[in-house]
């Protein structure tokens, strides 16, 4: 007796099903891949800058808000006052982060000029190396 199937054949399915596997893990990489990137701090408006920064390998971010009346001081995400900054750097600058760290002071544009030059000086003081950060200014026009 032969065996004979009864089913009707349907191969044209086993070679597109893993391509639309594939295409739905790519579309979920591209929309959820935003969200999984680092970000630190706190969200400010910076200043325009026409300069771009290459890339640091985990710098130490000091963000300066210009939330109510007296500006917010943030290391990371950690909300500090002057004292509390000078501490936790003299505390990254004891375990020997000063000597290969870059500080990148973020700014909001409201803040006042003064905290952000007391700042800039304690690091600098400390042996670290600092980079104000602005935003993009975008075009810029051309002369004709």
Request: proline residues 8%; without cysteine.
């Amino acid at each position: 007796m032969k065996l004979v199937s009864s089913l009707n054949e349907a191969a044209g399915w086993i070679y597109v099903a893993p391509a639309l596997n594939l295409l739905a893990l790519l579309w979920l990489i591209q929309f959820t891949a935003p969200s999984l990137t680092r970000q630190s701090g706190i969200r400010v408006q910076p200043p325009p800058s026409r300069f771009q920064l290459e890339r640091f390998g985990s710098p130490i971010v000091i963000t300066i808000s210009a939330d109510g009346e007296t500006p917010r001081i943030h290391l990371g995400r950690d909300p500090l006052s002057l004292d509390e900054l000078e501490a936790r750097l003299d505390q990254l600058r004891g375990q020997g982060a000063a000597a290969n760290s870059m500080v990148l002071l973020q700014t909001d544009a409201g803040a006042p000029s003064g905290i952000e030059r007391r700042i800039s000086e304690l690091a600098l003081s400390m042996g670290f190396k600092l980079a104000l950060l602005g935003s993009d200014p975008g075009p810029t026009p051309t002369s004709e």
